[in-house]
């Protein structure tokens, strides 16, 4: 690391490749600041532009109607999701063109052209239509990383279903949760999907949920148990259903903002939230940032490997790469299975040029040794993107060296689920980069970091990271909770006499010298796990469902591998004699059950009290010096019982 170690310290710009930049759609940093500068004049006029460069059945006469917090974009336009994704290509020379590459780790693969892939689409859409399913109702997707998800997807943004894509690794409760939220009338999963050699019974899940989720009309399965074809849900076999429809549906002029998608995410409050996601707005956004971050070529085979259960699935897999005609290779696996290089192998046999992931991945790709991906030839990749917390600069300059061969530039991007789409994030041909900062927001997004009072904070001092303007691709609501979504992101800096309202992201960030912005991670109990964010409070709430627990608090834990560890203070009930040791493996194990593998503690430690405020409010702030220095260095005065400390310590020694 001695090597990587002295270019950091030298805070060393990466000017991008010349071989990259001859060949880029923006070259240059006099290219990148005139568009900065044509957003910054009207950025009104140039999110009409990017509008304009995807197709409409109809135009808008508003391009924004702002009364905060509510956006609406383009709304007299009208638009089909499936349609921008698939149809426009049917004109043209991309209509042969591999649309999806697949490969699942037990060495099961299948590619579907563009023709292919809409024909499938359009099936499903008429099996959807026949079961009675119309525009506005919401559809539960729960499936592995298969070209059936983003069918069922595409199929739904057809005919104006909203789907509700809930990731494969939760836990049945969870997915029961997330359907009787969304008031989902249709269930779409497949029996197993695979993971580490290991058949995961998603079938089985979406069983166990059903029982409490009155809503669900209908269930869809891709190989579904022949005994199992029952009335009340009725359940259908995917691929009888899709034989019996061979008509292929036309797409519906869907107002532009109407809702394409829900997608819930982790809160601090314990509830998640279901991100509401609008049709018209989103599009724009994501293929404009496609486009600006990933400078997509006709020859590109695109390798994003996330799960389309999460915000860059569904952004950065599906609508923005198949929007630009892409080829993506998706995998249904562990990256690291069946063999510790099976990422590099999958990006030599099908020649990727562009590789998204996450520095969860990457850390871990790096700490099993260069000799594994040295093995592989990677000369096909051109570009290399980060996505789902920040990137240490020891794990970026691994990625540009060892992975690029220090001649991909690195597109470390900053978004959320809350904002549909890439925020900050270099332009690979123009932007030079730092290890470690997204560098500079993309023109028309307006970012700041602020202080309490919403004042613009001074280079290198730490603050709040906002978006000062509302922009196309922002979340609309959550779903059924207009009050919890102006609470959550748009109380904390609201209307005042020098601004109109600021979108407050949850993370705290600097500025450097150059402008360029470093995130400093989030400022609430949100944190994130190997790149996911969960809600501290929904584990906890997960901790005290059991009958051995009193009181729970998690707190983060910074881990070289996963970002951040979950660790769990918990008090169990006095009057339940227990077997510390034993309690502690089954409620790691009821965590998973409630929530979902992802969401288990990495430690569990004991206490006969947790510290609280006069008013009875944990602080959490304490825990998480304790886990994370071993020391209390903070203030207490507001602390209630002192002799709780010292329990802690006791229980952090233990």
């Known amino acids: ?60 006469n508003t391009i924004l109607d702002w009364k905060h917090p509510k956006a609406q974009w383009f709304k007299e336009g009208t638009i089909n999701a499936s349609f921008n994704c698939l149809d426009i290509h049917l004109g043209t020379e991309y209509k042969n063109k591999k649309a999806i590459i697949w490969e699942r780790e037990d060495g099961h693969k299948i590619e579907l052209t563009y023709a292919e892939l809409h024909n499938k689409v359009g099936r499903f859409a008429s099996s959807l239509k026949s079961l009675g399913i119309r525009k506005g109702e919401s559809v539960t997707i729960y499936m592995g990383m298969n070209p059936e998800a983003i069918i069922a997807m595409l199929a739904c943004a057809r005919i104006g279903i909203v789907h509700n894509v809930v990731f494969g690794g939760f836990s049945a409760e969870a997915l029961r949760d997330r359907i009787n939220d969304s008031s989902s009338v249709c269930v779409i999963t497949q029996a197993i999907t695979k993971r580490r050699g290991s058949d995961i019974p998603l079938y089985d899940a979406v069983f166990s949920a059903l029982q409490s989720c009155p809503s669900i009309r209908e269930v869809i399965s891709k190989d579904l148990p022949k005994s199992d074809k029952q009335e009340t849900p009725r359940f259908h076999d995917w691929d009888s259903l899709l034989t019996s429809h061979e008509v292929v549906c036309d797409p519906l002029h869907i107002e532009s903002e109407h809702s394409l998608f829900y997608l819930y995410t982790s809160g601090s409050t314990g509830k998640p939230k279901g991100l509401v996601h609008t049709t018209g707005g989103y599009l724009t956004h994501v293929h404009y ?141 123009a932007v030079p980069t730092k290890p470690g900062t997204a560098t500079m927001p993309l023109p028309g997004i307006l970012a700041d970091i602020v202080d309490k009072s919403g004042n613009p904070t001074p280079s290198n001092v730490g603050g709040y990271l906002v978006i000062k303007h509302p922009w196309p691709g922002m979340a609309r609501t959550i779903f059924g909770d207009d009050a919890r979504y102006e609470a959550v992101y748009w109380s904390e800096f609201p209307p005042n006499d020098h601004h109109e309202g600021m979108y407050f992201t949850g993370d705290g960030a600097r500025k ?143």
């Open 1 to 60: 690391m001695n090597s990587f170690s002295s270019l950091l310290q030298e805070h060393r710009l990466f000017q991008p490749p010349k071989q990259f930049s001859d060949n880029a759609e923006i070259s240059s940093m006099d290219q990148y600041s005139s568009l900065l500068k044509e957003a910054q004049f009207d950025i009104l006029e140039h999110w009409s532009k990017q509008a304009k460069r995807i197709h409409w059945f109809s135009s808008w």
């Open 289 to 429: 940032s496609f486009g600006l971050v990933f400078d997509p070529k006709p020859d590109d085979v695109y390798f994003c490997t996330a799960d389309i259960g999460w915000i860059t699935g569904h952004s950065y897999v599906v609508y923005g790469p198949l929007m630009h005609g892409m080829t993506i290779l998706i995998y249904e696996g562990a990256l690291n299975h069946p063999h510790p290089g099976k990422i590099w192998e999958l990006i030599q046999y099908h020649k990727a040029t562009i590789l998204y992931t996450a520095p969860t991945a990457i850390r871990a790709f790096m700490s099993a040794g260069n000799q594994i991906p040295n093995a592989f030839d990677l000369s096909s990749l051109r570009l290399l993107g980060t996505v789902g917390e920040p990137i240490n600069p020891e794990a970026w300059m691994w990625y540009h060296s060892i992975i690029g061969n220090e001649r991909c530039p690195i597109v470390d991007t900053w978004w959320q689920t809350e904002t549909g789409g890439i925020m900050i994030a270099p332009i690979p041909g």
């Open 512 to 654: 450097d010298d150059d402008g360029y912005f470093w995130i400093m991670g989030r400022v609430d109990d949100v944190v994130n796990v190997s790149g996911h964010r969960l809600g501290t409070a929904e584990i906890e709430s997960a901790l005290v469902s059991h009958p051995s627990v009193a009181e729970a608090a998690v707190v983060a834990k910074p881990d070289e591998i996963k970002g951040n560890a979950l660790i769990a203070f918990v008090t169990v009930m006095k009057d339940r004699p227990v077997d510390i040791q034993a309690l502690k493996q089954e409620l790691k194990d009821h965590v998973a059950k409630e929530i979902g593998a992802i969401a288990k503690p990495e430690d569990i430690r004991f206490t006969e009290g947790l510290p609280k405020t006069r008013s009875g409010k944990i602080m959490r702030r304490l825990l998480r010096e304790i886990v994370s220095q071993g020391t209390i260095s903070g203030d207490t005065t507001t602390l209630e019982d002192f002799s709780s400390l010292e329990k802690l310590r006791s229980s952090d020694e233990e």
